[in-house]
């Protein structure tokens, strides 16, 4: 069971770590925030050090917004994981303060879309969702592995335009 605090914090993210410029996470360059804790446990996950609820590091949004703001060069911040749904509340307040700066923002989940729409009580999830601009959604399945879509690992995920930045 996840406590409260893990899911309702909002002045903290616990991380697996960062990619400073990325290309291959999101159209342009983009920072990348691994968030720590996923439920999923997909076989052959490209990050499965992601997956322990507690691992990794806590670190506050404003220093994440500092290494953000070093960079004039970003287009845009993604957010991966582990699952960055866990941790919405949170994301959410970063992704609105990374909005100000005239960033896009990526999400990949593991979750559907239509399962996160559907779950109309979770607020925290309802945020996320609004500050998304494009959502990559659904389950790494190694069965379904390719190459040949941009930014999506499996046949079976998504990449959904949410807003036009």
Aim: proline letters at 4%; a negative charge.
């Amino acid at each position: 069971m996840i406590d409260n605090e893990f899911i309702n914090n909002h002045t903290k993210i616990r991380v697996a770590g960062f990619a400073k410029e990325s290309v291959v996470d999101g159209p342009g360059i983009r920072f990348v925030v691994f968030v720590q804790g996923c439920l999923r446990a997909c076989p052959d996950c490209h990050n499965p050090h992601t997956h322990d609820l507690y691992g990794g590091e806590e670190i506050t949004i404003d220093d994440i917004l500092t290494m953000i703001d070093s960079n004039p060069l970003l287009d845009g911040i993604t957010f991966s994981g582990g699952e960055p749904f866990l941790q919405a509340k949170a994301l959410s307040e970063l992704a609105k303060k990374c909005k100000k700066r005239n960033l896009s923002i990526v999400v990949y989940t593991g979750f559907y879309y239509n399962e996160l729409l559907a779950d109309k009580n979770n607020h925290n999830w309802q945020e996320l969702l609004n500050q998304t601009d494009i959502l990559i959604d659904g389950p790494f399945e190694r069965e379904k592995k390719t190459t040949e879509l941009a930014f999506c690992g499996s046949s079976n995920q998504n990449f959904l335009t949410l807003r036009q930045q």
